[in-house]
């Protein structure tokens, strides 16, 4: 399946900005499609798009909530009514099966509306009286945020960020991934249309654009997902105008097998397996390593093979038994496989999953076959880098308290897993570092949009999701109305 490829603009002060160079995006199954081209903006056009925030924030900020759910909830209607066209834009250009852009966009859409179902509640006024008189609480927005966004789920972690940031009455500038640019700018349009000049605005382009939008002094706040070594950077553009920040970075999510795990409970199997090679492994929240304890190793291993050759089909992201499609771009594919190779050479046992559907495509299109990696050393990069890509190692463990304190050594703690009895499994997850831990199940199949989201440590500060979501989009305010004026223990 290929189309024309379409030309994506820059969206500044509501106006579509034609840029002097664009960049062309490639279908990953077919390098030599072009979907699409991104405009190359560049720093001036940040500015501008920046300032055209700034000023309308000022009347933004004092809109009524019930306008600003009117416009989100009429954006929401025209993303539901072109899903089908935007779900096959971004397979085309990301790689992702096109079931799974489309569960990427009912997911935004989920998020969006539950935003909106909560809004009032979140950012209404407290009023408190009490012995030493009045106190109102309000929420206020936090003026022109700065969005940056990586490719792997650029339509749900776009959303996540531009419904909270408008819904509670701030501007936005948002620029997402050159590595799958188009279908989130789609989305971005939409909801821009729907809003007054100004209030949300797109941009494109590389570090010198993102250098801009973390230290222009008129940023008030970054909401940024990506890498944790950007966000290093990102942090310290940041630093001299004392920006806010939620920052959604990388990690490397485990899955702690107990000996009282069911190995021959096939769904539970087929959840571990989708926990692990779901978008061919590219979510921050997959589990990229599993110890399992030493007790059930062996039958762990079989099952697991057995379960993945039944689920994992790698092919064409339109072919509609496909599961596994190719990997976003060459780089990840060249790191995958620097990792799988590394840990081959130094005596770990690779094993190739699934059955490949398009044998055609494999040697042109980006494409990893899923690996599974036995006999690794516990210290291996295999084990202790994200990998972000389709494979996974699998250790044993002793006891308890050596497979958490081999968790807990992560420099990272997004999300994790702990599988088997659901009471033994609460009790280590309470001992885990980590923002999320999902029993029995892992990744975005334990996700619940209605509760707060992020990571400890290295892979994160803040959260996105739940209320918490919303409330990073305000400032909170004290107003307080004294009852006496008398200043009692100052002396006259
Ligand atoms: P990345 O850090 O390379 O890029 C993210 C974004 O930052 C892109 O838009 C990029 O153009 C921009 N950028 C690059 N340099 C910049 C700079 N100096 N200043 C400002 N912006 C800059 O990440 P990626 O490769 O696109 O995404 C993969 C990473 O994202 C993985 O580590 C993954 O775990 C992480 N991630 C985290 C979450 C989460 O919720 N915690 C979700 C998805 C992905």
């Not at 949300?200 to 990506?226: R, W, Y």
């Not at 994790?416 to 990744?443: F, H, K, L, P």
């Not at 992020?454 to 990073?472: F, I, T």
Request: hydrophobic share 40%; aromatic share 6%.
């Amino acid at each position: 399946m290929s189309a024309d490829p379409i030309t994506i603009h820059a969206i500044i002060n509501g106006e579509k900005a034609p840029a002097e160079k664009n960049f062309p995006r490639e279908n990953p199954a077919h390098p030599d499609e072009i979907v699409g081209y991104a405009p190359i903006n560049t720093k001036d056009e940040a500015i501008r798009a920046i300032d055209s925030a700034f000023d309308a924030f000022k009347e933004w900020r004092k809109s009524e909530v019930d306008d600003r759910l009117r416009r989100m909830e009429r954006a929401i209607q025209k993303i539901k009514d072109r899903t089908p066209e935007i779900a096959e834009l971004l397979s085309r250009e990301h790689g992702k099966a096109l079931w799974d852009s489309e569960g990427e966009i009912a997911v935004s859409i989920m998020w969006m509306e539950y935003a909106c179902s909560v809004l009032k509640e979140v950012i209404s006024d407290e009023i408190k009286e009490h012995e030493n008189g009045r106190t109102i609480i309000t929420y206020d927005p936090v003026g022109v945020v700065s969005a940056i966004t990586p490719w792997n789920y650029p339509i749900s972690l776009s959303t996540i960020k531009v419904a909270p940031a408008l819904l509670t009455g701030n501007t936005m500038v948002l620029k997402p991934s050159p590595f799958a640019p188009l279908a989130v700018s789609r989305v971005i349009e939409i909801i821009a249309s729907e809003f007054p000049p100004g209030v949300l605005n797109l941009v494109h382009g590389e570090a010198d654009v993102g250098v801009e939008l973390t230290s222009n002094p008129k940023v008030a706040k970054i909401a940024f997902t990506g890498g944790t070594k950007t966000a290093k950077s990102i942090m310290k553009a940041a630093a001299e105008t004392i920006k806010k920040m939620t920052l959604e970075l990388g990690g490397n999510d485990a899955a702690i097998v107990l000996p009282g795990f069911d190995v021959h409970d096939p769904k539970a199997m087929r959840r571990m397996v989708i926990s692990n090679f779901l978008t061919s492994g590219q979510i921050c929240m997959i589990a990229k390593r599993i110890y399992v304890h030493q007790s059930i190793y062996d039958a762990f291993v079989e099952k697991y093979i057995e379960a993945a050759n039944k689920w994992i089909k790698v092919g064409d992201p339109f072919n509609p038994e496909v599961t596994v499609g190719p990997v976003n771009n060459q780089n990840q594919v060249k790191y995958v496989k620097s990792l799988v190779e590394g840990a081959e050479g130094k005596g770990a046992k690779v094993i190739k999953l699934g059955k490949i559907m398009n044998p055609e495509l494999m040697d042109n299109g980006y494409f990893l076959q899923p690996t599974l990696v036995l006999g690794a050393d516990p210290h291996d990069p295999i084990v202790v880098e994200e990998q972000f890509g389709p494979t996974v190692p699998i250790i044993p463990f002793k006891d308890t308290d050596q497979v958490i304190a081999l968790h807990n050594e992560s420099i990272y703690g997004l999300t994790s897993s702990v599988w088997g009895d659901e009471e033994q499994a609460v009790e280590v997850a309470r001992r885990i570092e980590a923002g999320t831990t999902m029993i029995n199940t892992a990744a975005i199949q334990g996700l619940d949009v209605r509760f707060p989201f992020g990571g400890v440590k290295q892979s994160g500060v803040g959260r996105e999701y739940g209320k918490e979501g919303l409330k990073s989009y305000v400032e909170t305010h004290v107003i307080n109305i004294p009852k006496s004026l008398d200043l009692p223990y100052i002396p006259e």
